[in-house]
């Protein structure tokens, strides 16, 4: 049973546009959301998050929307630089020291 | 500021012999966890120690995996014997706190490869 869903397994944009990756959840229990971003033979790297009780947050060209209703958030990148090429998961987590559960990834490639 | 280390970065071994693999998390960390990722899947948690007491490890195969935390530092992963489906990347990665909140920082990853 997958609780975080990510059902696009690859995105292409072209630099300078908007990249919006997708993402989710089936658990109402998941309160706080997370993306982390992967570039090849490294860990994911923490890129940012929004608790339950936000519907946006942003931090410079990245901005994570929330909609708990339809139980979905996603992650924008604008402007799409090539530098933003990687594997980008999506990873919710229940209240207290829980487990991150992640999603299965999306790979993004921004092309110049 | 040191990242979380972990080595070796690849290894080889054929169906039923043993293998570990060696955490050295950030200086300081109070939180460590061990997640396994195979191909094509989001990273899944195999335990989680918070200094050297474990907090869950209900998704280790304790027939096959073992891991410990000694001293509250670094950590040793092991699987003993292992399978063909073991094959994955082992990352560690640490937290400073005990609070979900914290970050987790992630090493580059063990890739095990099972023949």
């Known amino acids: 049973d997958q609780q975080v869903k990510q059902n696009s397994p690859s995105l292409s944009v072209q630099e300078g546009r908007i990249s919006i990756l997708n993402c989710d959840y089936t658990?109402?229990?998941?309160?706080?959301f997370l993306w982390y971003k992967k570039y090849p033979a490294e860990g994911p790297t923490f890129l940012i998050s929004?608790?339950?009780?936000?519907d946006k947050n942003e931090d410079g060209r990245f901005t994570v929307f929330l909609n708990k209703s339809a139980k979905h958030l996603s992650l924008h990148i604008v402007p799409s630089q090539p530098g933003d090429s990687a594997v980008y998961f999506c990873?919710?987590?229940?209240?207290?020291?829980?487990?991150?559960?992640f999603g299965k990834g999306t790979r993004l490639s921004v092309i110049a | 500021e040191a990242g979380v280390a972990q080595s070796p970065r690849y290894k080889i071994i054929e169906k039923r012999q043993s293998v570990a693999f060696w955490c050295n998390p950030i200086?300081?960390?109070?939180?460590l966890y061990w997640y396994q990722q195979i191909l094509g899947q989001g990273p899944k948690l195999l335990i989680q120690?918070?200094?050297?007491?474990?907090?869950?490890d209900s998704q280790l195969p304790k027939d096959r995996f073992s891991a410990e935390r000694l001293k509250g530092v670094d950590s040793t992963l092991k699987i003993q014997p292992a399978k063909l489906e073991d094959s994955a990347v082992y990352l560690c990665?640490?937290?400073?706190?005990?609070?979900?909140?914290?970050?987790?920082?992630f090493g580059p990853g063990t890739r095990l490869t099972v023949t």
């Open positions: 990665a640490s937290s400073l706190g005990t609070s979900g909140l914290n970050e987790q920082y």
């Open positions: 658990n109402s229990m998941f309160d706080y």
């Open positions: 929004i608790s339950s009780i936000k």
């Open positions: 990873a919710a987590r229940t209240t207290g020291n829980t487990p991150l559960v």
């Open positions: 200086s300081g960390h109070a939180t």
């Open positions: 120690f918070q200094n050297n007491g474990v907090v869950d």
